[in-house]
Nanobody
Framework: QVQLAESGGGLVQAGGSLRLSCSAS????????MGWFRQAPGQEREFVAG????????YYADSVKGRFTISRENAKNTVYLEMMSLKPEDTATHYC??????????????????WGQGNLVTVSS
């Protein structure tokens, strides 16, 4: 089974940038779509961004459009989330996720099958 490990979180001031990385434990040539969710304290987990295995389909939550960029390097089994113009409301634990269908990583009702353990991003005002 594919295992996911996030890295790159931390503390940043409002307006700053961070890049999250998520490495999969085996080659993603099997066609996994990947993406990111986040959960702020006291709130439900919410979709952030998703990308198909080929990279041809990309989805963002409205709250991050224009500020966050998702990308992937299948040769490195890694997906990235470049976060710019960070706001205090972006403070949350960010989770990497993967699924064989992009439909569970496009911000609709479906939820992905596989999850990382989460990586905290804190944005100070």
């Amino acid at each position: 089974q594919v295992q996911l490990a996030e890295s790159g979180g931390g503390l940043v001031q409002a307006g700053g940038s961070l890049r999250l990385s998520c490495s999969a434990s085996e080659r993603t040539s099997s066609g996994y779509a990947m993406g990111w969710f986040r959960q702020a304290p006291g709130q439900e987990r919410e979709f952030v961004a998703g990308i198909s295995w080929s990279g041809s389909k990309i989805y963002y939550a409205d709250s991050v459009k224009g500020r966050f960029t998702i990308s992937r390097e299948n040769a490195k089994n890694t997906v990235y989330l470049e976060m710019m113009s960070l706001k205090p409301e972006d403070t949350a634990t960010h989770y990497c996720a993967a699924d064989l269908t992009i439909r569970n990583l496009d911000g609709s009702i479906g939820l992905p099958e596989l999850w990382g353990q989460g990586n905290l991003v804190t944005v100070s005002s």
